[in-house]
């Protein structure tokens, strides 16, 4: 079945089903090691796409700006967990990836990638001790501190592991997350780090959280300049004191133009800038209402199980979308339909005067509203370009473990 619906764009209905079944795509996927002849069509709902074309220009914008501004790229990929993604990210000149937990570092350090940044505190033997193995097997991965105790705890389990850890000082800029929140208490922690004979000082991380989705672009900039002076000033005593701040790592999606003017910021660590999402869409560009430098190329995938009157139910609900947001998914490609949440597996939409017609068994696709946790609920990722499926990726390792795609 093909959209034949006035004005029609290119997405509510998709393309022709080849009639696969499930098995027979994972078998196809798995066995031919393609996704040859499987459309969109074919995939079962509610399922994670990605617009390669989108996701592509999405990559190659942020390579291009922070190549024009030489400043370094150092993506997130707390965003996509994704060893694929990760490994497009440094083809297109990124000198690593940050990581939020150790299992992400270890997922990216299995794939290959080099560069690992450990952004959160690891701290506990547990994480501790996952952290020296890592750093064996790739010495370049860095980690964050901002405690005396748990310099001091990195110190004796690289000493007894016999490996140097790289480390940056963890400096709260204004988020009041982690981070040492003064200069002066980086600066004693650096003395701490430089007397520590196991661990190597390469800089500062100083991720101003509270400034990436400020509405506004005159606004958000003031607001990451006010957060980064803190950073500079930081980097300046450390400096002076003859330490090691090779890195001054930092920024956002909503804050990459603003950063990457800054003098003495190494890199961006940017990381929603490959999907987007609707919270990020509401803050605004630097000529519009809309923040649309890059394009929303990760969407969710779902089916109308029912219609009635102004009605339709979608079989995506809180399972499929996260609800960390005050507002739900937006259309792609559809106007006049609202979405509200109607259970785990199951999403009302109101059809206020839809710019085409939503029938039973239409399949839809929605921007989702927060892209990180949102990629976390899903265990791969169907690539598209235009109907046809390209491939698909596994988040955190879990797919090739499961018995089928
Ligand atoms: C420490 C850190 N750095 C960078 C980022 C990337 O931010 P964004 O996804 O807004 O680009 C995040 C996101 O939460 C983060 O926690």
Redesign the pocket.
């Known amino acids: 079945m093909k959209a034949v619906l006035t004005g029609a764009g290119p997405v509510l209905l998709l393309g022709k089903s080849n009639g696969y079944s499930d098995a027979e795509v994972a078998t196809r996927i798995r066995e031919k090691g393609m996704t040859e002849g499987v459309s969109k069509a074919d995939l079962s709902t509610p399922c994670l796409l990605l617009d390669l074309d989108r996701f592509e220009a999405n990559i190659r914008k942020m390579s291009e700006h922070a190549r024009s501004h030489s400043i370094g790229l150092r993506p997130?990929a707390?965003?996509h967990k994704c060893a694929e993604i990760a490994r497009r990210q440094v083809e297109a000149g990124a000198r690593g990836v940050?990581v939020?937990t150790i299992a992400e570092a270890e997922v990216m350090a299995r794939a290959g990638i080099k560069g690992l940044l450990i952004?959160s505190e690891m701290v506990g033997k547990p994480k501790v001790s996952r952290l020296v193995k890592l750093v064996r097997l790739s010495p370049d991965t860095m980690a964050v501190v901002d405690n005396p105790e748990n310099v001091a705890e990195l110190q004796q389990a690289a000493e007894a592991a016999r490996v140097r850890i790289p480390v940056l000082v963890d400096l709260d800029v204004g988020s009041n997350r982690t981070g040492v929140a003064s200069v002066a208490q980086g600066l004693q922690l650096a003395e701490k780090i430089g007397a520590s004979k196991n661990l190597d000082l390469r800089g500062i991380c100083a991720?101003a959280?509270h400034s990436?989705h400020v509405v506004g672009f005159e606004a958000r900039k003031n607001s990451s300049f006010e957060a980064m002076s803190k950073a500079i000033e930081a980097r300046e005593q450390l400096k002076q004191r003859g330490h090691n701040v090779e890195i001054l790592t930092g920024g956002?999606?909503?804050t990459y133009n603003i950063d990457s003017s800054i003098k003495g910021m190494s890199e961006l660590?940017?990381?929603?800038?490959v999907f987007m999402d609707v919270d990020y869409r509401k803050i605004g560009g630097q000529s519009g209402e809309i923040y649309d430098d890059f394009a929303p190329s990760l969407t969710v995938l779902c089916t109308v199980i029912h219609r009635s009157g102004n009605k339709a139910v979608v079989d995506a609900g809180f399972k499929a979308f996260t609800t960390d947001r005050k507002f739900g998914p937006e259309p792609k490609d559809l106007t006049g339909v609202k979405y509200g949440f109607a259970g785990d597996e199951h999403g009302a939409l109101t059809l206020e005067g839809p710019n085409r017609e939503v029938r039973l068994g239409d399949r839809l696709e929605w921007i989702i509203p927060h892209c990180?946790p949102n990629v976390n609920l899903y265990d791969r990722i169907y690539c598209v370009r235009g109907d046809k499926v390209e491939g698909v990726w596994s988040i955190m390792d879990r797919a090739s473990t499961l018995p089928y795609f």
């Open positions: 997130h707390k965003t940050c939020a952004t991720y959280g990436s956002s999606t909503g660590q940017v990381g929603s800038y990180d």
